[in-house]
């Protein structure tokens, strides 16, 4: 059969109860997605709020960790700063210490190498060698500590400069708020970052402990530098003024013995004039005796030509046998006078050489010690030079 209309009544009916339902559904989605909408707003306005409280807190919190590191840093910085220029004083009070010890140094070694040169030295013994040595190795050990404290300067500098840049990136970012102009945004990865919060700590609280460190090891250098320049002048203007009384003492002592020498001397000259004189009138005298002993001796050969009886031994005949025998007994009694103030004269010249080599000797030790030795110790440093100071 054919059909006349395109919908049957219940077809209509269903058609308008299924878009009824369609508008009733897509109302009901629509408004529970309003609502959650709402809900959604809310929540998310309230998250991004705490979230940004949170940032905004951490960034305070992290910027008050900055600023302490970085002043504690600042502080270490300027401390051992101040403590280099106090070790740099020392330095300079090194050298000028080194350098009075090189002048005393010198002084003594030439005193020494003068005093070799004498006959009969007189050697004396002085520390200013080993001094000298100390001061060297508490030199070297200065630059080395004064390295060690610029190293742990610029380590700790640099430190601090990150630390100056961190703060002022965090700074920038503490003040940024919803209503601050940004012109662009980019996204930071934490995986990027070079330090976790522990070790970043831990970084700057080893450079500040080395700092301390050094800081300490060079109070106590300069204490030991302090003492040993102490110590130091002490010990060498001791030695100077016991080197100086020692010479002092040498000096009396060879004037006195040259003194005596020289009295020796001109006694020994006085009795060597005096035997020279005695030869010459024993040499005279001896010569005197030759005439009488001629005449006697002749007198006698003379009476041994007396004929028969006349040859007798009378008186006349018994003294002059007696002078002849008297004489030469007297010139041989004067020849070994004569010898013997000889052999006295002999021996007087080499005393007198003697003397006058032994003043020559004692001449030359009073020059040396005199004007050598003591008149170049003048230059001696004094204890304000060996403290190193100007």
């Known amino acids: 059969m054919l059909r006349l209309v395109g919908y049957i009544p219940e077809e209509w009916h269903q058609n308008n109860f299924s878009k009824y339902y369609q508008s009733f559904a897509d109302r009901d989605t629509a408004e529970n997605l309003r609502h959650e909408s709402k809900k959604l707003i809310s929540d998310t306005e309230k998250r991004t709020q705490d979230t940004q409280a949170e940032s905004t807190k951490r960034l305070g919190e992290r910027l008050q960790d900055i600023f302490f590191w970085k002043s504690e840093l600042k502080r270490e910085i300027e401390d051992l700063t101040a403590e280099t220029e106090l070790l740099r004083e020392q330095k300079r009070r090194l050298e000028v210490a080194l350098d009075a010890n090189e002048i005393a140094f010198f002084i003594t070694n030439d005193n020494l190498e003068n005093r070799e040169r004498r006959q009969g030295p007189d050697l004396v013994k002085d520390e200013v060698e080993d001094e ?7 030199l070297s050990l200065q630059r080395l500590q004064s390295r060690k404290n610029r190293d742990a300067k610029e380590l700790m500098e640099m430190d601090w ?7 002022k990136i965090d700074v920038k970012g503490g003040g940024l708020n919803n209503q601050t102009t940004v ?3 980019l996204f930071f990865s934490s995986s990027k970052s070079t330090s976790t919060p522990e070790s970043w700590a831990q970084f700057t609280h080893c450079n500040i402990y080395k700092g301390e460190q050094e ?29 100086n009384a020692a010479f002092n003492r040498r000096l009396e002592e060879m004037s006195d013995a040259k003194a005596k020498l020289d009295h020796h001397l001109r006694k020994i000259l006085e009795e060597i004039a005096g035997q020279e004189k005695n030869i010459s009138y024993l040499k005279q005298a001896i010569k005197d005796k030759e005439a009488p002993l001629k005449v006697a001796q002749t007198r006698l050969y003379e009476r041994s030509y007396r004929p028969n009886v006349e040859l007798t031994r009378d008186t006349a005949q ?3 046998v007696c002078e002849v025998n008297e004489i030469t007994e007297s010139i041989a009694f004067l020849q070994g006078k004569l010898k013997e103030a000889q052999m006295s004269l002999e021996n007087m010249e080499n005393t007198r050489m003697s003397l006058e080599k032994e003043i020559a000797v004692k001449s030359n030790s009073l020059f040396i010690d005199g004007e050598k030795c003591l008149k170049h110790r003048a230059r001696y440093p004094t204890v304000v030079r060996f403290m190193g100071y100007e």
């Open 318 to 320: 018994m003294n002059l």
């Open 161 to 167: 400069s990150d630390k100056y840049e961190a703060y």
């Open 132 to 138: 000298l040595i100390r001061v060297r190795v508490c």
């Open 183 to 185: 012109s662009f945004v």
């Open 215 to 243: 800081r300490i090891n060079s109070i106590n250098l300069r204490s030991l530098i302090d003492n040993v320049l102490l110590e130091t002048s002490e010990d060498l203007r001791e030695q100077y003024d016991r080197v």
